[in-house]
Each structure stands twice: as structure tokens, then as C-alpha cells.
């Protein structure tokens, strides 16, 4: 019988490049999806006769142990969370639910089904916040500056506690963002790069922004998937940060995507306040030694690969929508 992996979160971005992945390695793949009045299957559309959905909410406790018993796995990757920072600010005790108690209750759905399950939890960078010391590491402490970063780090440090309490095979990885074509359109790499081609296209004149001097780790999305189940498959549990080791901002991230379209950015982008953060993190960029080390970390895309990529299948997909005339000048 093939290995079950059950991931959280298949609809989203990282979902869909790990099921990709689970799927290629022969693993049969279960996602946890959640009942909505219209489907947000979009990014797994392709993979929509491989893989068995099942219905279930993190924020109900009797959902997820019905999803667990139903799928059976040997691995869970846990990465559904309301994870987009702005948003947390605004709805802190939603974003709590899902992205902190959502954690306890994957990690005791386990502990109620089968404690031989594989965990990975989706921390994030965000932890690092107004960070202590560059570049940051696993030993790096926490100073979260968003509700979205402070449930983060209850995340991780209920994975860390169920493994050293309950003896679970209990993983936290500490991911620096990655990107794709796949990201929200929300975030910034995506909302750069889908601006560049709506204006490149006549659809927009301009592209309005918040802070231009925020620094980030920017890796691509596929690369970073293979890091989550290589944690899964070592002899031990434990945690690890997976980052590129560089750091770029925001302005260098728009000069290159308008740059790769045939445009000058300065003539696009307008700085706009309403897109500023209450709190913000200013600086990230990771170290990545000890996944090079123990987990063969090997990036394949490197930022401006990442950027370019990304401007390309915009340009593409929105050049095609107009030809269809489902978007007009
Ligand atoms: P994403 O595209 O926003 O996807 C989030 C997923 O969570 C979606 O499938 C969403 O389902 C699901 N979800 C949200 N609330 C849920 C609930 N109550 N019950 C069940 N499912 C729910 O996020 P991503 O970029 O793929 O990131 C994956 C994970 O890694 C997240 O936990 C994120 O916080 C973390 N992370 C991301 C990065 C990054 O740079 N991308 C870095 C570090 C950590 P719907 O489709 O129904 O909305
Ligand atoms: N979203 C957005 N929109 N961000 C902007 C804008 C804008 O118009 N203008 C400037 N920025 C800046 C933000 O202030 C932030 O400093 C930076 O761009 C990156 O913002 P996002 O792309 O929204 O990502 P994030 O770093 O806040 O969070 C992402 O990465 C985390 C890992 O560090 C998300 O994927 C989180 O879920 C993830 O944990």
C-alpha cells in the first residue's frame, strides 16, 4: 500500500506544490479542504482527479480527528493558517483560531488517532519580528510584531512541546517567504507583478504601495516544499529555518519586475500610507546552515530568477484574458 499524507491547506499556495510533490514520490494524498459556497480549487485544478479531499475546518475539533481517521496518514503537513499579516490585524481572535489553536488541534487530533503520525507545522520567518540579531537562525528569539507573527510562535512552540511531552514525531519549519506564480495576489511579490502586467497590458496606469524599504528573504515556493517532507523523513524530529541568505527590498523587488516588462517603475508606483503596517518587520534574512547541512537545502531559483518568473506568467496570463476580452482596456 502507498504512504497517505494528509496535507492542510491544499488549496493554497503551498499546498498545491507539495501535493505535486507527494503525488510525484508515488505517496497517496489526502487535503483537508473547507466548505465554501464557491470552490477554491484553482491551484490544484490539475491535480483535482489525484487526490481525495475531505471536508474539514481547523476550528472544529471533531472535523479534524473525522479527517485524520478518514485519511489514515503517516504524515500530516499542517499549513492552513489566515496568513496574511494585514489581515491579522484586523481580525486578531479569527486569526488565533486558525493560525495558533488550529495547531492544537491537528497536534491533539493526532494524539487521539494515531501517535505514530508525522507532523509538520508551517512556522513562519514573521516569528523573528524586530529582529534580535542578522542573520536569523534557529536560535534566533522571537519578538513577533503582528497577530499574525504572535500566533506563529504559539504554532511552534505547541509543536515543540507535543514532541517533548507526548514523544511526537513533531516538526516546526521556520520558512522565509516564498513565492510563485501560485502566491495570492494580495502579497507583494504578486501584487507587483500582476500591477506590471495590467499596465503593460493598458488595464492600469499605476501601482499603489506601502513601505518600499521593507527587506525580505525572498525564495520560490516549489523549492521550499521539498524542505517540509525532508523533515519528515529524517531519523529525528526537529526544526529548521529554510531561507535563500539573501536579503532585497521592495523597491528592488518592483525596479526589477517593471525592468523585465519594459518599464520604469518610478513613473508607476505610488507610495500610499493605507498600505502601511501598525507595526512592521523591517529586516529578514535567514541562515539557512543547519537545513543545508542535515536536509541538502539547495535553492534552484534564485531572486531575480523568482521575480522574472513570476512578471512572465502574469504577462502571459493577463495578455491572454484580454485577447479573450474577459478584461478590457
Ligand atoms: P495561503 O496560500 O494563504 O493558503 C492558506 C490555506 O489555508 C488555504 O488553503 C486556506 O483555504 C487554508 N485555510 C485557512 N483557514 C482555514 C481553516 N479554518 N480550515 C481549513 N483550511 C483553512 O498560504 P501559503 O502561502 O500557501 O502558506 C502555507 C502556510 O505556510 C501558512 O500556514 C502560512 O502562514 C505559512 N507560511 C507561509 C510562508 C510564505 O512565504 N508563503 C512563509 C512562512 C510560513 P481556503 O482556500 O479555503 O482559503
Ligand atoms: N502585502 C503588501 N502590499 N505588502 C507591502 C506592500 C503592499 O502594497 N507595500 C509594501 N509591502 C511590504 C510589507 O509592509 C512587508 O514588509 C513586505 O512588503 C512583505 O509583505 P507580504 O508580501 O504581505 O508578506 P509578509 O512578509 O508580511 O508575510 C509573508 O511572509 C511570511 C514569512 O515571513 C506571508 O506569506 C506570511 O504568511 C509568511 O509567514
Same mark, same amino acid.
Given at each position: 500500500?502507498?504512504?497517505?499524507?494528509?496535507?492542510?491547506?491544499?488549496?493554497?499556495?503551498?499546498?498545491?506544490?507539495?501535493?505535486?510533490?507527494?503525488?510525484?514520490?508515488?505517496?497517496?494524498?489526502?487535503?483537508?479542504?473547507?466548505?465554501?459556497?464557491?470552490?477554491?480549487?484553482?491551484?490544484?485544478?490539475?491535480?483535482?482527479?489525484?487526490?481525495?479531499?475531505?471536508? /474539514?475546518?481547523?476550528?472544529?475539533?471533531?472535523?479534524?480527528?473525522?479527517?485524520?481517521?478518514?485519511?489514515?496518514?503517516?504524515?500530516?503537513?499542517?499549513?492552513?493558517?489566515?496568513?496574511?499579516? @494585514?489581515?491579522?490585524?484586523?481580525?486578531?481572535?479569527?486569526? /488565533?483560531?486558525?493560525?495558533?489553536?488550529?495547531?492544537?488541534?491537528?497536534?491533539?487530533?493526532?494524539?487521539?488517532?494515531?501517535?505514530?503520525?508525522?507532523?509538520?507545522?508551517?512556522?513562519?520567518?514573521?516569528?523573528?519580528?524586530?529582529?534580535?540579531?542578522? @542573520?536569523?537562525?534557529?536560535?534566533?528569539?522571537?519578538? @513577533?510584531?503582528?497577530?499574525?507573527?504572535?500566533?506563529?510562535?504559539?504554532?511552534?512552540?505547541?509543536?515543540?512541546?507535543?514532541?517533548?511531552?507526548?514523544?511526537?514525531?513533531?516538526?516546526?519549519?521556520?520558512?522565509?517567504?516564498?513565492?510563485?506564480?501560485?502566491?495570492?495576489?494580495?502579497?507583494?511579490?504578486?501584487?507587483?507583478?500582476?500591477?506590471? /502586467?495590467?499596465?503593460?497590458?493598458?488595464?492600469?496606469?499605476?501601482?499603489?504601495?506601502?513601505?518600499?524599504?521593507?527587506?525580505?528573504?525572498?525564495?520560490?515556493?516549489?523549492?521550499?516544499?521539498?524542505?517540509?517532507?525532508?523533515?519528515?523523513?529524517?531519523?529525528?524530529?526537529?526544526?529548521?529555518?529554510?531561507?535563500?541568505?539573501?536579503?532585497?527590498?521592495?523597491?528592488?523587488?518592483?525596479?526589477?519586475?517593471?525592468?523585465?516588462?519594459?518599464?520604469?517603475?518610478?513613473?508607476?508606483?505610488?507610495?500610499?500610507?493605507?498600505?502601511?503596517?501598525?507595526?512592521?518587520?523591517?529586516?529578514?534574512?535567514?541562515? @539557512?546552515?543547519?537545513?543545508?547541512?542535515?536536509?541538502?537545502?539547495?535553492?534552484?531559483?534564485?531572486?531575480?530568477?523568482?521575480?522574472?518568473?513570476?512578471?512572465?506568467?502574469?504577462? /502571459?496570463?493577463?495578455?491572454?484574458?484580454?485577447?479573450?476580452?474577459?478584461?478590457?482596456?
Amino acid at each position: 500500500m502507498p504512504k497517505r499524507a494528509l496535507i492542510t491547506g491544499i488549496t493554497g499556495q503551498d499546498g498545491s506544490y507539495l501535493a505535486e510533490q507527494l503525488l510525484g514520490e508515488g505517496l497517496e494524498v489526502f487535503g483537508m479542504v473547507r466548505r465554501s459556497s464557491t470552490e477554491t480549487f484553482e491551484r490544484i485544478a490539475h491535480l483535482r482527479d489525484r487526490v481525495t479531499l475531505v471536508q /474539514a475546518d481547523l476550528l472544529d475539533q471533531t472535523s479534524v480527528i473525522r479527517a485524520l481517521q478518514r485519511a489514515e496518514p503517516q504524515e500530516v503537513y499542517n499549513l492552513a493558517a489566515q496568513s496574511f499579516v @494585514p489581515t491579522s490585524f484586523e481580525q486578531p481572535e479569527l486569526t /488565533a483560531q486558525y493560525t495558533a489553536l488550529g495547531v492544537t488541534r491537528m497536534l491533539e487530533g493526532i494524539r487521539a488517532v494515531d501517535k505514530r503520525i508525522r507532523f509538520y507545522q508551517a512556522s513562519s520567518s514573521e516569528m523573528f519580528g524586530k529582529v534580535r540579531e542578522s @542573520p536569523q537562525s534557529e536560535r534566533t528569539p522571537f519578538h @513577533p510584531r503582528s497577530p499574525y507573527a504572535v500566533a506563529k510562535a504559539y504554532g511552534h512552540f505547541m509543536t515543540v512541546n507535543y514532541r517533548e511531552s507526548y514523544g511526537l514525531f513533531a516538526c516546526s519549519g521556520i520558512l522565509f517567504n516564498h513565492e510563485s506564480p501560485r502566491r495570492g495576489l494580495e502579497f507583494v511579490t504578486r501584487k507587483i507583478t500582476d500591477g506590471v /502586467a495590467r499596465i503593460k497590458h493598458g488595464l492600469a496606469r499605476e501601482l499603489r504601495l506601502g513601505n518600499l524599504d521593507a527587506r525580505r528573504d525572498w525564495g520560490f515556493a516549489g523549492d521550499y516544499v521539498r524542505m517540509m517532507v525532508a523533515m519528515l523523513r529524517q531519523d529525528r524530529p526537529d526544526d529548521y529555518v529554510v531561507a535563500s541568505g539573501e536579503t532585497h527590498s521592495v523597491r528592488e523587488l518592483c525596479q526589477i519586475a517593471f525592468a523585465r516588462a519594459g518599464l520604469d517603475w518610478e513613473r508607476h508606483v505610488v507610495v500610499d500610507a493605507s498600505f502601511i503596517r501598525p507595526a512592521e518587520v523591517d529586516l529578514l534574512v535567514g541562515d @539557512p546552515a543547519k537545513a543545508g547541512r542535515e536536509l541538502g537545502w539547495q535553492p534552484t531559483v534564485d531572486f531575480r530568477g523568482l521575480v522574472e518568473m513570476m512578471v512572465d506568467a502574469d504577462l /502571459a496570463r493577463i495578455g491572454q484574458a484580454v485577447a479573450r476580452r474577459e478584461l478590457r482596456h
